[in-house]
Structure formats: C-alpha cells, structure tokens
C-alpha cells in the first residue's frame, strides 16, 4: 500500500547548526503534507505544513521543502537548539486519509 | 478548551477487562481522530468522524475495538477484552473541518497497559 517513510531514523546535531530531517512518499495524489514534533510524553505538535502546489514554505526557524518530482520533504531547521530534541513526523494528506510516517529522532549535541 | 485533551492519562489493566479512553477535542472542531502509537512507531490511524457519524472506520483491528460521539464533541475509543498487544498510546486529534488536508491538533495521549 502507500506509504510515508523517512530516510534516517537518527539524526544528531551540533547546538547551533542547521539540520534536516528528510522524508519521502509514495502516493502521488498526496496534496497536503505536514511535519509534526513529538517529545517525550507528549501528543504530535504542529510545525509546519505545506500543500501541493507550493515547493517551499517557511516558519519561525523552520522551512518545509516539498520536491513533488521524487516525492521527497525536508524539514530544515535553523540554528539548532536543545529543546528541538525530539521525534519528528511527516504525514501526507490525501482524500479523507492521513498517513504518517515512523519519525526521526534528533539530538542536539552541547 | 485550549487545546485537546484526553483522559485518563495514563490506564492500566489486566488482560481480558474493558476500557473507555475519552477525548475533548477542541471547540468548534467537527473532525475528530482516534490514533494508535507503539513504542518507536508514528500515530497509525484508527477512526475519524466528521460530527457524530464514523466516516472512516477502517483502521481499527477488529471488533474489539468500538468509538461513538454521541454529540459531536467529545468522543469515547472502547476496547472491550483487551489484550496484551493493545498495549500502547492511544491518541486523539481534532480539526476545524474534514478530510486529511486540514492540520490536526493532538492530545497528549492516553497511556493503557495491559498487563
């Protein structure tokens, strides 16, 4: 069936550096993808979000890229801190269905 | 509310009894979601409902499993003769509308053990 997937289950970062957390999808009619943060204990946060019309979008410190070629997202994250240690989720939206993917845990490394 | 919540926070049972996990979705939402997360898995989809009615039930693993909204806010997920492999965080989320293109705010979860 289709799927979300990541490509790196781990990721550990330097205080202060840029990271990217990567994503890939397989179901071409996905339209609507959003990157959620997950600390320990906690229910899935909304970071931020992107439709299929748009290849970029940014926030505060983050930005979403969506490549609809190789079905691909990334989520980058500017000047790394500690409290961004956490797992952190694509989902694809498609329809009435929502799919997310097994998440990437990043650690912020003093 | 502020934001949703779910309760209780934490459940622990033996094998074999009956649960009622309850969430309050946000005010004003009419879409509602029932996720379930293993250790170390992303939310996998159980039910949405879209006011009162079920509009996708298709994720929940078998008839054990049962959720209502009588009233199209707060929502009870039941599990009747839950097993061990039920074991796991069970997740609400609400949205404004409908449908998987609208951001979904979650709870913190409702921890159930099963023993």
């Known amino acids: 069936g289709e799927s979300v997937g990541l490509h790196l289950p781990t990721l550990s970062v330097q205080e202060g550096d840029n990271s990217i957390i990567n994503c890939a999808y397989s179901?071409?009619?996905?339209?609507?993808f959003i990157w959620y943060k997950q600390e320990s204990g906690k229910g899935p946060q909304f970071i931020i979000d992107?439709?299929?019309?748009?290849d970029k979008r940014q926030g505060q410190r983050v930005t979403v890229l969506l490549n609809k070629t190789v079905k691909h997202l990334s989520l980058q994250i500017a000047a790394t801190q500690p409290g961004d240690s956490a797992v952190y989720f694509c989902?694809?939206?498609?329809?009435?269905?929502?799919?997310f993917g097994p998440g990437t845990r990043l650690s912020v490394l003093p | 509310g502020a934001g949703v919540s779910q309760t209780p926070s934490n459940k622990v049972t033996e094998k074999g009894k009956y649960v009622e996990l309850r969430c309050d979705p946000i005010?004003?939402?009419?879409?509602l979601y029932w996720y379930r997360q293993s250790l170390g898995q992303g939310p996998e989809f159980l039910i949405y409902?879209?006011?009162?009615?079920?509009?996708?039930d298709s994720g929940l693993p078998n008839d054990r499993f049962f959720a209502v909204r009588p009233e199209g806010s707060v929502s009870t997920l039941k599990i009747q003769r839950t097993e061990r492999g039920d074991s796991a965080v069970y997740l609400c989320?609400?949205?404004?509308?409908?449908?998987?293109?609208?951001?979904?705010?979650f709870g913190p979860g409702t921890r159930l053990l099963v023993l």
């Open positions: 179901n071409s009619a996905s339209d609507y």
């Open positions: 989902a694809e939206g498609f329809g009435q269905n929502f799919v």
């Open positions: 992107i439709r299929s019309n748009m």
């Open positions: 989320a609400s949205s404004l509308n409908r449908g998987g293109r609208e951001t979904q705010y």
């Open positions: 005010s004003g939402h009419t879409a």
């Open positions: 409902f879209q006011g009162t009615g079920a509009a996708d």
